[in-house]
């Protein structure tokens, strides 16, 4: 029985080969888009949840009250560690984590040489994140100050196809290190950033300021990881931590608390110090549009389904007349929609696998498809037959409840019965397809409103490299050699990179009042450093070039603003962790975007003559191209700095990576924009289609009658446009109430514009009209007498 269902629908799909492709294309389409969506989501949602303990695994928090705001960071003083362990016994290990103090390390064994990412974690990282090693032991692998644990893909790097354990490789040509762990390749989905592991322990051993560090509570660079015992309650954790830093420093403005692993990536954003979320409202944003266009694919092939019911009207009477029982229609009309919804299951299948890889670049991503997940073929399969059966469920159940002798002699009609709901569904398909086009343009606005943001300093021809012992060492040289090249024209080193900040310090000046927090960002830089970043003085003066201005800052307009100072300049301030040295405000310059484009620029001070720089900056001379200039650099670096290659990094690309995550949601907006009125029109493609058959007598008609091809051609697609209308009216306040709550997490946007709604509405419905046009002037160019003898 079921064969011959099957054999029947087969060729009933081969009979309607027009409606059947626009069936099973529409609903591939927006199945392949679910499934690309789904496999995304499911990697954001299994982040860092490949820990055998991760139910116990938080990382140390704290909340930061200054400027009369609370901010949260992860960075704590040294001395917390001792205090973790000593005195809050629900904690079973504590190991400490050193990002981004340096920028990336030079790696050298023999003649190869790397710039590589590294990171410094306690003894007992990998007691706590049970990350696979390839060789070496977790328990011994950090244990000795002179080891280095490689990934495994630097490893091979470095040593190719031998093995790599016990060998020696030199850390920045300053330290030999002996290799004790090789780490597997991590899954993708991963917050750890890193390309080797060294002991904290050697870093203490080699670093002074971190013996400095041990007793002071105002340097705060340290990352604490921590596990909990099994049956540790965090909230009563949480509680000892509260006030545990205020004990040891009263005069501390921090609160520690616990972060747990599984929320790290998803669960990152705070505010006034509570946690408010993240990347989250994105995966559950794209989770949301990824079944919205699977809805609107749905509603195509249930349009689709119902839209030939008066054709297969005439079918059930037929076949009701010579016999045919309920049931047995019943099973027919379902095996027909069962067929099309599991051909466009295979369809979906091979334009996901087609397209994955164009989605991993427009996201970033390295996404596998799923062929060993179970659950995935389990959603599949049963969403294929639930759209199949709930498609196919209205001719089946309704029509095949008709009077066979009625539906022969013409007197049931069906189209008209099955109008409303069509209509109530074509609404709520391009109500979606609108909503995408206004998001997608908004958030493209957004973009470039804060990309047109003045910086206030030039990042074209401007590039950063770290600075290394050797730069550091011959920095004079380096900087001389660089101008006499010709292809520089300045030179300066900083603390921070161009677009980061890296650290802050907290100020006090006789105005201040006296409960009063005040930190600024800091960068301490030479005195080149606002000529090469092209930052302008709006009063004052810059830095003296001979470097007599250790005991001199510059502040930004923010700084002077928060600081309530009317006449800044030979205002006296100090460090709260330095009283003793008096600085004297020399200069105020224009407030410059250095970290997020899309809120109000942060206080800054900047100071020279102190040994704090990471970073060589310099500005290409523009006479020369970029390739022509870097040409004539390598060679100094190579010189002076021989044990790594020569790397850099552009500004402007620096600058352009904050605009990522806003980037992509404009581009997957797009994207699923243009998907879904792809699906909508070939809805609409058929619905005309249907339509124009249905009315062919009626179009013959009105031909005979003197009636012309644009009326005619108005009269069949006046219906359609009406509802496109319909679904813009609705659309827009939708559309309006979730981008007004998107735009309203930034401090710098633009506003809910009236005519991009507009423009919008008008796309929809010039899409809608030229779709349905090529079927109305279809039938209205007929010959009348054809139409008249259609049956």
């Not at 105002?218 to 004990?247: F, M, S, T």
Request: proline letters at 5%.
């Amino acid at each position: 029985m079921v064969q011959n269902y099957l054999k029947i629908a087969w060729r009933t799909l081969r009979k309607n080969k027009g409606f059947s492709f626009i069936n099973i294309l529409g609903l591939a389409v927006g199945m392949a888009v679910a499934m690309l969506i789904g496999i995304w989501v499911w990697d954001e949602l299994t982040f860092d949840r490949f820990y055998k303990n991760e139910a116990n695994l938080y990382r140390i928090m704290l909340n930061r009250t200054a400027n009369g705001e609370t901010t949260t960071q992860a960075n704590g003083a040294l001395p917390l560690g001792n205090v973790l362990r000593t005195e809050i016994p629900e904690i079973k290990r504590v190991t400490e984590s050193l990002i981004n103090w340096r920028p990336e390390d030079g790696l050298k064994v023999g003649d190869k040489k790397l710039i590589r990412k590294g990171q410094n974690v306690g003894s007992e990282f990998f007691q706590l994140f049970d990350l696979p090693l390839l060789q070496g032991s977790p328990a011994t692998a950090l244990r000795e100050p002179n080891s280095i644990v490689l990934t495994e893909q630097t490893a091979e790097s470095l040593f190719g196809q031998t093995d790599p354990l016990g060998k020696t490789v030199r850390l920045n040509d300053t330290f030999d290190l002996k290799v004790t762990g090789v780490l597997k390749k991590l899954p993708t989905n991963t917050a750890w950033d890193f390309h080797f592991l060294v002991p904290f322990s050697h870093l203490e051993a080699n670093a002074p300021w971190v013996a400095d560090s041990r007793t002071n509570w105002n340097n705060n660079v340290i990352e604490y990881l921590v596990e909990l015992h099994p049956n540790a309650d965090p909230e009563k954790v949480n509680q000892k931590l509260r006030g545990i830093i205020k004990r040891h420093n009263p005069e501390s403005v921090f609160e520690a608390f616990l972060h747990p692993v599984t929320k790290w990536h998803l669960y990152g954003e705070f505010v006034n110090g509570k946690n408010t979320g993240g990347f989250i409202r994105y995966v559950r944003l794209f989770g949301i549009v990824g079944l919205a266009v699977l809805l609107i694919a749905c509603i195509n092939f249930m349009n689709l389904a119902t839209a030939r019911s008066e054709k297969r009207a005439r079918e059930v009477g037929v076949r009701k007349a010579i016999g045919s029982f309920r049931s047995q229609l019943i099973g027919q009309f379902l095996s027909e929609s069962l067929l099309i919804a599991g051909l466009a299951l295979g369809l979906a299948l091979v334009l996901t696998l087609v397209f994955l890889p164009v989605f991993n670049e427009i996201t970033q991503k390295q996404l596998a498809f799923p062929w060993s997940k179970p659950g995935f073929w389990l959603l599949s399969l049963g969403f294929t037959a639930l759209t199949g059966l709930l498609a196919g469920s209205y001719p089946a159940f309704y029509l095949s409840s008709f009077n066979a002798v009625r539906v022969l002699k013409g007197s049931v009609r069906v189209g008209r019965n099955a109008n409303w709901p069509r209509k109530v569904l074509v609404v709520a398909q391009f109500t979606g397809c609108i909503a995408f086009i206004i998001s997608a343009i908004l958030v493209y606005q957004q973009i470039q409103y804060a990309k047109n943001r003045p910086l206030g300093y030039d990042p074209n021809r401007l590039l950063t490299v770290s600075l290394t012992n050797d730069l550091a060492r011959n920095y004079e040289a380096v900087r001389n050699e660089l101008l006499g090249s010709g292809a520089v024209e300045s030179v300066t080193k900083a603390s921070s990179p161009a677009t980061t900040i890296t650290s802050d310090t907290r100020v006090d000046w006789p105005g201040k009042a006296p409960d009063e927090i005040m930190r600024l960002n800091l960068i301490a830089a030479s005195p080149e450093y606002l000529k090469t970043m092209g930052i302008k003085l709006k009063t004052g003066r810059d830095f003296y070039a001979n470097g007599t201005d250790s005991v001199s800052a510059i502040l930004n307009e923010a700084a002077v603003k928060a600081m309530r100072l009317k006449n800044p300049l030979n205002q006296e301030l100090n460090f709260v962790w330095d009283p003793t040295t008096k600085l004297r405000v020399v200069g105020v310059v224009e407030n410059s975007i250095i970290e997020s484009p899309y809120t109000p620029v942060n206080p800054l001070i900047l100071i020279t003559g102190r040994p704090f720089e990471s970073y060589v900056i310099f500005r290409l001379a523009p006479h020369l191209t970029t390739t022509e200039a870097l040409a004539r650099i390598e060679p100094v670096f190579q010189k002076f700095n021989p044990a790594f290659p020569f790397d850099y990094q552009f500004v402007n690309d620096a600058y352009n990576r904050k605009f990522r995550q806003e980037e992509l949601i404009g581009k997957l907006a797009g994207v699923f924009a243009v998907l879904a009125i792809f699906i909508s029109c070939l809805g609409l493609f058929g619905l005309a289609a249907s339509l124009a058959e249905q009315r062919t007598k009626e179009v013959g008609i009105r031909k005979v009658l003197g009636a012309s091809v644009a009326s005619l051609w108005g009269l069949l697609s006046r219906e359609f446009v009406g509802l496109v209308i319909i679904a813009c009216l609705l659309a827009s306040p939708v559309a309006a109430y979730f981008l007004n709550d998107w735009l309203s997490q930034f401090d710098y946007r633009i506003g809910l514009r009236i005519w991009v709604f507009a423009l919008a509405g008008g796309l929809a419905i010039l899409i809608a009209l030229l779709t349905v046009s090529f079927q109305s002037i279809k039938a209205a160019l007929m010959n009348p007498v054809t139409s008249l003898r259609s049956e």
